[in-house]
């Protein structure tokens, strides 16, 4: 009797000293890690910190990496201040040469800037020698005005670097004015990064296009799935498309500029501009969510409780910018089988500057274990 009295009061104790937060499933970890059922605590996949893993474990950023062009001037600005503005892009290495990294990004022409996005922006290709995170330089103009927001992913089925955008060939005025347009996503191919071809419209009135291949080992379908606005997935056969729209998550309305991707488990996986201080009339500092299925096809859960990243950047000299704007998520990941995070990619803008950029921060000990294997560190 005396043992089970001991028994049940250390069973009390233990009800008693259990978080009442802790978790019960791998939904409670972000489905960025695993719920320990013993300890009902989250065990966080590398790239992932906080109770629930819903956080990227931000590494502090070297000053001038990336891509930040904003002091540049050229005999052919319409004016000057914000250089050549680059907004957000993916980073590819190379396919035979490991240490060439590519960055493929938005570029706004004539110094025309963020603001004069439409009909500014072009597509460029920018190469870095030092590494993953850069700093970049500029390299080649893939696509003139009006070309925006590309996002280039390489597809195993196809042997092939798929980039998607929007936009059309116009002839731009000779002034930083703004138009509009009507957004139509297309796509380009390529074998080596450098020669693309022709652009084909798939989707019109669409915006922020997020491929990502069905291709498994087990499975090397073509199969392709493209998010855009709204978190929206369409689907198609191969990625000359048709595209069908499969997938119109709800409670997402606060959110654009998608990046999807499937993780080593399987799982599912939106990386998205969170607009919600938009209804204070700011631009931050809550600007990074995650949103997170079992399948593509959802049910999807949109976390709106706490963040992935915000606006405030910590860099290696110890200093640290909140940025006025950081948008365009795009996540890097290793090449070990693991898909860890490494780098998150952004377009930013400071306070008070016409000029943007595009910054690359490391995530996790993974990105500086991955320059050191490739010889940089
Ligand atoms: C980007 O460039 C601007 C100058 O145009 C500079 O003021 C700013 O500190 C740079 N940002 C980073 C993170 O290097
Ligand atoms: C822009 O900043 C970079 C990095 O500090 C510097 O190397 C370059 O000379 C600057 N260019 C101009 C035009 O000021
Ligand atoms: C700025 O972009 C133009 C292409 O529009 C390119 O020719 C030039 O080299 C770039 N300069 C810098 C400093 O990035
Ligand atoms: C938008 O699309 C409609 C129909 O396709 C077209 O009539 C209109 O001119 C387009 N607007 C612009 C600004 O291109
Ligand atoms: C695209 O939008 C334009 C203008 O709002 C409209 O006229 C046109 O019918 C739309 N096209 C499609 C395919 O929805
Ligand atoms: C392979 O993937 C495609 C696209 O998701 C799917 O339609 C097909 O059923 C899959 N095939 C097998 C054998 O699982
Ligand atoms: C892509 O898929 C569509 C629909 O199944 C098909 O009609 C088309 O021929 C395919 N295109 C290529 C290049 O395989
Ligand atoms: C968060 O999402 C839930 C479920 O969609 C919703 O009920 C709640 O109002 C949202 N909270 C905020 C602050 O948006
Ligand atoms: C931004 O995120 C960092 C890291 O989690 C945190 O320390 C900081 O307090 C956050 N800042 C704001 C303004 O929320
Ligand atoms: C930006 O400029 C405004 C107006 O001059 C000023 O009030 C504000 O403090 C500035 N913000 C930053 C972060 O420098």
């Not at 809550?286 to 860099?315: I, S």
């Amino acid at each position: 009797m005396q043992r089970l009295a001991v028994f049940l009061s250390l069973a009390s104790l233990a009800i008693v000293i259990t978080p009442s937060r802790g978790c019960s499933t791998d939904e409670d970890c972000s489905l960025n890690g695993i719920c320990s059922q013993a300890k009902r605590e989250c065990i966080c996949h590398a790239g992932w910190r906080a109770e629930d893993c819903s956080e990227l474990n931000l590494y502090p950023a070297a000053r001038w990496s990336g891509y930040n062009h904003t002091n540049a001037t050229g005999p052919d600005f319409y004016k000057e201040g914000a250089g050549n503005s680059s907004w957000g892009g993916h980073i590819i290495q190379d396919p035979s040469d490991e240490k060439l990294f590519h960055l493929v990004t938005s570029q706004m022409a004539h110094g025309c800037g963020l603001a004069g996005w439409r009909p500014f922006s072009t597509i460029i290709r920018a190469e870095s020698r030092t590494g993953p995170t850069g700093p970049y330089t500029f390299a080649q103009t893939l696509f003139g005005t009006f070309h925006h927001n590309p996002t280039t992913i390489y597809s195993p089925a196809d042997g092939k670097y798929l980039l998607y955008c929007i936009g059309r060939d116009i002839v731009t005025p000779d002034t930083c004015q703004s138009q509009k347009f009507n957004n139509t996503i297309s796509v380009s191919s390529s074998a080596d990064l450098k020669h693309w071809e022709p652009l084909e419209a798939q989707l019109e009135n669409v915006t922020n296009p997020a491929p990502w291949t069905l291709w498994s080992m087990q499975n090397q379908t073509r199969a392709m799935l493209l998010a855009v606005e709204k978190n929206n997935i369409y689907m198609a056969q191969n990625f000359s498309g048709p595209y069908d729209l499969a997938v119109e998550p709800q409670n997402t309305d606060r959110s654009e500029d998608p990046f999807l991707w499937q993780d080593k488990r399987g799982n599912w996986h939106f990386l998205v501009h969170y607009l919600i201080d938009i209804d204070l009339g700011l631009k931050g500092p809550r600007v990074g969510a995650h949103a997170y299925a079992r399948h593509w096809q959802g049910p999807w859960t949109f976390n709106n409780k706490t963040l992935a990243y915000n606006t405030t950047v910590e860099f290696t000299d110890g200093t640290s910018t909140v940025y006025y704007r950081r948008e365009r998520p795009k996540l890097y990941f290793s090449d070990d089988g693991d898909m860890t995070p490494i780098y998150l990619i952004n377009g930013v803008q400071e306070f008070n500057r016409s000029g943007s950029y595009t910054l690359i921060q490391p995530i996790g000990p993974g990105a500086r274990e991955y320059e050191t294997k490739l010889g940089f560190v």
